[in-house]
């Protein structure tokens, strides 16, 4: 069965990213196609990491299949997506509660852990703004997130881990592999938001509903004439407007605010050690000898440390 669904719902579980274009300090952007609407819901705030681990991925995704064959909850999608979306926004809620307890000991311990990981703190910090539900109709503007896994450590780290999953057509497609092929090489794999809308469009899809549980890490990307992303018309920084801030003003202003963060983080990180070339995930398998010395060890987390040549 080849046939694509007039609502997709794609449920994000890769390494996330907020391409920042250093030059106008505005994320890429891209405009929803013609003919297509979309409903997003974002598990972190632009800038902070998320911290989900591998079983609540697999519990989650799990949950929600079994939703979809629900054939009163498949109506509810049918006729109204935005309900549809919102029954999810508690069940999510509800996988963060041992994880912020968790956070929270750790922040309370941090005097003592000469590990501890700034990006909790953020995280802490900006809960309030989890979960934010974000509708946009053809012709708006949507930051060009980037997604991203490593073929060879990641790619089968679990069913349903380090993926873009199209979870209500047959089989269950992982977006990546679809639009980048099957790889096994040691490399990491990139697609971006825009990628990922463009392929459902050609394939008839009418609405997306984009459930992104990824990382909003921001990275500096300076633009090229062979990307895809988009950046922001100058001219808009020009214009004044009393409304209730866009999305791309609001990441405007946290880039600002967690810029000197970000500088800390990297410090901080660099002087751990110089041999963390893999990421936070290459870092903690190296120490699992020590895993009884903290809690954060025990999580398989979705940060990653990009490298951009």
Not at 18 to 39: A, D, G, H, R, W
Not at 52 to 59: A, G, I, M
Not at 197 to 203: Q, R, V, W
Not at 280 to 308: D, E, G
């Amino acid at each position: 069965m080849n046939t694509y669904p007039d609502i997709a719902v794609v449920l994000v579980t890769s390494h996330g990213t907020v391409k920042i274009n250093p030059t106008t300090q505005q994320p890429y952007t891209f405009n929803v196609p013609e003919n297509v609407s979309l409903t997003l819901l974002n598990a972190v705030t632009p800038g902070v990491c998320n911290f989900w681990d591998t079983d609540d991925t697999q519990h989650f995704t799990e949950y929600l299949l079994k939703k979809l064959k629900n054939e009163e909850e498949v109506e509810i999608l049918k006729n109204d997506p935005d309900a549809f979306i919102n029954s999810l926004v508690e069940i999510l809620k509800g996988y963060d509660v041992k994880m912020l307890n968790e956070l929270y000991e750790n922040k309370k311990n941090k005097a003592k852990n000469k590990d501890y990981d700034v990006d909790e703190e953020q995280f802490i910090y900006h809960y309030d703004k989890s979960y934010t539900i974000y509708s946009y109709n053809e012709g708006d503007a949507v930051v060009n997130k980037e997604y991203s896994r490593n073929n060879k450590t990641e790619q089968n780290e679990s069913a349903w881990n380090f993926k873009v999953l199209l979870i209500n057509k047959f089989g269950v497609p992982d977006l990546i592999r679809e639009l980048r092929g099957r790889n096994k090489q040691d490399k990491d794999d990139y697609i971006s938001f825009e990628d990922i809308i463009n392929f459902l469009k050609e394939d008839n899809v009418k609405h997306v509903i984009f459930l992104d549980l990824s990382c909003s890490n921001f990275v500096d990307v300076e633009p090229s004439p062979q990307t895809s992303l988009s950046s922001i018309d100058e001219d808009d920084e020009e214009k004044e407007d009393d409304s209730e801030d866009t999305s791309s003003q609001f990441i405007q202003r946290m880039n600002k605010i967690q810029r000197n963060d970000r500088r800390t983080r990297r410090d901080i990180l660099s002087s751990q050690s110089k041999s963390r070339k893999g990421g936070k995930r290459k870092y903690k398998k190296k120490f699992t000898r020590k895993r009884k010395h903290t809690k954060k060890r025990n999580k398989q987390r979705r940060k990653y440390k990009m490298t951009f040549k």
